[in-house]
Structures are given as structure tokens and as C-alpha cells.
T-cell receptor
């Protein structure tokens, strides 16, 4: 099925460890996004990309890095995980033009202990 | 910071009743979108209404937009137990090109059979 695939679905990290979350979409979408969702906070934008090779900061970028080497993939990295990064991470994508809804992945639940 | 704020935070109704959720936002927008999130899942795009539209329908969903009051409402008619989910409004800034959506904190809807 076409859509956005996130891996892994669950992960537990120790403080200071690093990891990469992978987002892959097969819809040839130009734009991709990483959000985090915390209880009572809704979704907050971490980083986004408007095309292959481009990235930009969102509302809460500190502690994260991203790369968009291939159009279909958007990677989110945590270099040194902190308990404050415990969250559910969602990737989303959309086509060009301003009037299309986002397609979301099913999320990655990350716990940092 | 969230652009949209949903009201109420939580809503509990009986199956067959109508559910109304409201969203207020702060700045001028290109369009406003509504999303549904089932527990433990990613968000699903429901409907998009453009800033020059006042009302839009999709099946049992009715969305209104009042740009003078910077508010929108989502009405779900004849609700079903399967409508139990969280509902989010999302906006993008007016004439901003392709800036990412900013999401509200959501309304949790419970439909009791």
C-alpha cells in the first residue's frame, strides 16, 4: 500500500545514546516533515524538507538533525538522547501545491531512560 | 506555539448524536484542515477548507470557516462508535508559500454505543 512508513515503531534508549529514525514515502511527494507529539501538547514541528537535499528547522529543532539525501527518505537523528526527547515521533509528507493534506506515518514511540 | 486551539478538550456523546468541535487560530491563513487520530495511530486527513470558502461537506462531516472571527467548526452528524478519536485542526500562514502546518492540541471525542 502506498504511504509513509516509519521505522522503528518502538525504541528504548539510554540517556546519551544516539539513533536514527527512518521515514520512507512512495508517493513521490516533495515535502516531508517530522513532528513530535507529547501529551497535552499536540504536534510540534521538529524539522522539514521541501525537496531532496533541503532541510529547515521547525518549532523544536534542538537536539535533532535531519537529512534528505533521497527524495523518498527523510531521516531524523538524535545524537545524544535526553529524557526530554521521550515522545511519539510522526513523519508526514505531501505533494507540491498548497491545498493538499498531509499523509502521516504510524509513528515511532521513543522512550529515553 | 500552537496556531490553532480546539474546544472542547474532550467531548463525550451517545451514538447517533451530533458532535461539534471548534478551532480558533491567531493569524491569517491560506487554508484550514481537520485531521483524525485514532489511539496509537497516525493522523488521517479529513477535510480542507480554503480561506475563501465558508462551508464544506464530506459525507457526515461539515466544516465551517469564519475568517473574520478566525475560527472553524467541525460537525460530525449521526456519530458512530468508530468516530471515537482525537480531532485536530491545522493551519498554514497566509501567503507564506509552503510553510508547514501548525496543529492544535486536539479534541478527544468519545462516542458511547
Amino acid at each position: 500500500n502506498a504511504g509513509v512508513t516509519q521505522t522503528p515503531k518502538f525504541r528504548v534508549l539510554k540517556t546519551g545514546q544516539s539513533m536514527t529514525l527512518l521515514c520512507a514515502q512512495d508517493m513521490n511527494h516533495e515535502y516531508m516533515y517530522w513532528y513530535r507529539q507529547d501529551p497535552g501538547m499536540g504536534l510540534r514541528l521538529i524539522h522539514y524538507s521541501v525537496g531532496e537535499g533541503t532541510t529547515a528547522k521547525g518549532e523544536v529543532p534542538d537536539g535533532y538533525n535531519v537529512s534528505r539525501l533521497k527524495k523518498q527518505n527523510f531521516l531524523l537523528g538524535l545524537e545524544s538522547a535526553a529524557p526530554s526527547q521521550t515522545s511519539v515521533y510522526f513523519c508526514a509528507s505531501r505533494d507540491t501545491g498548497g491545498n493538499y493534506g498531509y499523509t502521516f506515518g504510524s509513528g515511532t514511540r521513543l522512550t529515553v531512560v | 506555539s500552537q496556531q490553532g486551539e480546539e474546544d472542547p478538550q474532550a467531548l463525550s456523546i451517545q451514538e447517533g448524536e451530533n458532535a461539534t468541535m471548534n478551532c480558533s487560530y491567531k493569524t491569517s491563513i491560506n487554508n484550514l484542515q481537520w485531521y483524525r487520530q485514532n489511539s496509537g495511530r497516525g493522523l488521517v486527513h479529513l477535510i480542507l477548507i480554503r480561506s475563501n470558502e465558508r462551508e464544506k461537506h464530506s459525507g457526515r462531516l461539515r466544516v465551517t470557516l469564519d475568517t473574520s472571527k478566525k475560527s472553524s467548526s467541525l460537525l460530525i452528524t449521526a456519530s458512530r462508535a468508530a468516530d471515537t478519536a482525537s480531532y485536530f485542526c491545522a493551519t498554514d500562514a497566509w501567503n507564506s508559500g509552503n510553510t508547514p502546518l501548525v496543529f492544535g492540541k486536539g479534541t478527544r471525542l468519545s462516542v458511547i454505543a
